[in-house]
């Protein structure tokens, strides 16, 4: 129990009297009690041990005894060196009428307070019990004290959820009999921020006649659906409750203002109030609902798995799915490309799923349509008074801006003016601002999803929901289209802006005829047709958003045909865990925590793909660490990629030989992202480890074959290398760029990075500048290892001007 000297040192002292009063018979009736206890200690204990016959005799004992009994009880809850699952047992004793004083509550809290407390909350059993059966004189000068363990208790982690919010209610029901609040002592309590701050906004709300009866049913909502009979007694509250509709709207509104992590009581609170939102049929409802359940669903940067308050998030979710408008589509895509939550993330899905059946749209199209454009322009910029001057949210390549201007003369940052008189509209515009760039990420992201669909567009729709759009036009003007009229031949393009309008241009500059349109994957282009786009994006100096034109493409291979309903292609790697599932989550995986715990030592991430129709499952398992003594987890080792069909709220199995090669391809590349950038191959200074037990994986990953990502690595060099100023100093191989220095020639390996030294191949440990590639154009970012073996070629062709220490010393080892 937190803090218990807070609150122990309110309670009032006992005197000898009442001490001795409470404590007459007690241990007579601890060893009668013992002793039914002992006898029914065969019995299985899943059951309630006041079930069993022996118990029977317990009933006919006297009140006083059994009082006694109970108190002797709450001190073995309390006291007992092993945690004893004696609730039950303590709440059985004492019910009924028995002759309960105030000194038995003072030394029962006693008793709590100098003993220990288990996640069982036995020891809370029998106060709760006592403080409701006393009268509210009896209570006065206890309210501090009940007060203070209130707080404590609400902050209580330890103790299970039911115990601790059968005290916080009992006890806080009691407070309200001595103090006469109107509002609930265990409603919106100070577990949170938002309690204190509810209460202290919305008072008079909150007690108007009948509310506080219309919050408590709210909180008794237990599930995320409410039942039949929970939406009748509502709905009579509501209708007899005059404010009770307002106070609903407010407590609502200052969440989705206050937008930061709840108490569970809290959350379940609010669960019962947007079932009771929901009851209102108006758009105000629908965008306050909409309002409240991105402020549920959003986490913590640091703590990105778990929502603000994730029963609100799920129970919201699923109503919003069922309203009308605009503001359900935008909120429901905008979730499911933020949030990590593998349970909200499902709800998300499958209410995506719902609303596209109710308004005739695949869910990829729901996605699309549901592109928020904050009200920028067609070309990406909003523009607004801000007293004298002018400013300007604009998207600039893939951030969003806000820029100042006065009298159309740029500004640098923002004036002092603003600062100083217009605080309120500068942070409403940097809200704005952010607001644009999550959507401009999660918009990129939802493109990219694209390459693993087999979707087409008629011409206008292509160039209204990629082109015309101020959000998705950062990416699609750089992307590569194919446009057909009978959809069997394509011809591919770049989107070009005419006097006309928008049209796709093959790499001639010639109008792509057709009006049909799909994006351009290098899986369905011949080899002579890709390497003519990967040349054309270098010369023309196109910076991708994305990796298209030099996208790796993954076939089938045999021995996954073999193994049927599996690929093991990117199994037995080691990866460093932390990194690896940060890379997992921004990708769009989903995945559970590796630990040292039941169930932790292996997980499955999960991802979408092919517009929600087939489902990647990426198995790995916790490597545990050779000290035991540490249980953080820093390595994970990768097992089956695995493949499943939606078929209607379920996913089944299915053989990778029927999954779609599109599907297939881009859950491959992500793999194998995850073991080439994460692998513990990846780190030179695992030269130097000597006997560690990774090691041989290690030397024979780190020069290994070329994975497909590696070979697109290669081809990318191949075109870069020739405008660099080192081309006279390199050269390829199958596996290697041979770099020439003046000191010694390098070989890095075109997968991991490592590099060897000529003639010996000792390994050479170096951690090169990220931006040593200078000027040079680069055709994508996404693909870090490239510019990091750019960086290592440019700093070892210069070896003889190397000052580092470090380096230098292992150059002339």
Sequence with gaps: ???????????????????????????????????????????????????????????????????????????????????????????????????????????????????????????????????????PAELADLVPALDALVSDL????????????????????????????????????????????????????????????????????????????????????????????????????????????????????????????????????????????????????????????????????????????????????RLAVTVRNKAVQSRVQTALARLGALRGWSLSEVLELAVDDHGLGPDGRLCTRVGPYEAAIEVTGEKARLTFARDAVPLKGVPAPVK???????????????????????????????????????????????????????????????????GQRWTAGLPRRDSDGWTIADREGRAVPGDRVRLWHPARATTDEVLAWREHVLATGLAQPFKQAFREVYLLTPAEERTHTYSNRFAAHILRYRQANALLRARGWQAGYLGTWDGGYESEATKPFGGGEWRASFHHQLVENADERRFDVEYCSTDQVRFARREGATWQPTPVADVPPLVFSEAMRDVDLFVGVTSIASDPQWA??????????????????????????????????????????????????????????????????NILMEPDDAYLCIVAARDRTGRLHLPFDDDPMLSMILSKAIMLAADDTITDATVLGQLVR
């Excluded at 999550?438 to 939802?446: F, G, I, K, W």
């Excluded at 693993?452 to 998705?472: K, V």
Aim: glycine letters at 6%; hydrophobic letters at 45%.
């Design 420 to 486: 100083q008189a217009y605080g309120d509209e500068l942070r409403q515009l940097r809200d704005l601002a952010k607001r644009v760039g999550v959507t401009l990420a999660a918009e990129r992201q939802r493109v990219e999803g694209l390459l693993s669909e087999e979707r087409t567009w008629s011409y206008p729709d292509w160039s209204s929901r990629f082109l015309g759009h101020p959000i998705t036009a950062a990416y699609a003007p750089r992307l590569v289209w194919e446009a057909s009229t009978d």
């Design 688 to 753: 130097d480890r000597g006997e560690d037990r990774f090691h041989a994986y290690w030397r024979s990953t780190a020069v290994a074959e070329l994975t497909p990502s590696a070979q697109v690595r290669r081809d990318a060099l191949a075109r870069l290398l020739p405008r660099t100023s080192i081309a006279d100093r390199v050269s390829l191989s199958e596996r290697y760029l041979h770099v020439r220095g003046t000191i010694r020639t390098y070989r890095i390996h075109l997968g991991s990075g």
């Design 154 to 333: 609400v902050g209580d982690h330890f103790v299970a959820v039911e115990p601790r919010r059968r005290a916080v209610l009992l006890i806080g029901e009691s407070l309200d009999r001595a103090t006469g609040r109107r509002v609930p002592s265990w409603l919106l309590h100070d577990g949170d921020g938002f309690g204190p701050l509810a209460r202290a906004e919305l008072g008079a709300v909150l007690a108007a006649p009948g509310v506080p009866e219309l919050l408590a049913h709210c909180a008794s909502l237990a599930k995320p659906a409410a039942p039949a009979t929970w939406q009748r007694r509502v709905g009579e509250l509501l209708d007899t409750t005059p404010g009770g509709s307002t106070a609903v709207l407010s407590i609502l509104e200052a969440f989705a203002d206050y937008g930061r992590p709840l108490h569970d009581d809290t959350d379940r609170l609010l669960r019962g109030l947007v079932w009771a939102l929901s009851r209102q049929p108006d758009e105000r409802a629908t965008d306050l609902l909409a309002r409240v359940t991105v402020a549920a669903a959003t986490a913590p940067r640091q703590a990105s798995g778990f929502p603000h308050a994730q029963k609100t998030a799920v129970a919201a979710i699923a109503l919003l799915a069922g309203r009308g408008g605009e503001a359900p589509v935008r909120t429901l895509a």
């Design 1 to 135: 129990m937190a803090d218990v000297e807070d609150w122990a040192a309110l309670l009032p002292e006992l005197t000898d009297a009442d001490r001795r009063q409470v404590e007459c018979g007690l241990t007579e009736a601890d060893a009668r009690i013992r002793a039914v206890l002992h006898a029914a200690s065969t019995y299985y204990w899943g059951s309630s041990i006041t079930s069993v016959p022996e118990w029977s005799a317990v009933e006919s004992w006297p009140v006083e005894v059994r009082r006694s009994a109970a108190l002797a009880m709450h001190r073995e809850a309390s006291t007992s060196s092993t945690p004893t699952a004696l609730n039950d047992v303590v709440r059985a004793l004492a019910d009924g009428a028995l002759p309960w004083t105030r000194a038995d509550l003072v030394w029962c809290l006693e008793v709590a307070a100098r003993g220990e407390c288990y996640d069982n909350g036995a020891h809370l059993e029998l106060p709760t019990v006592i403080a409701a059966a006393l009268p």
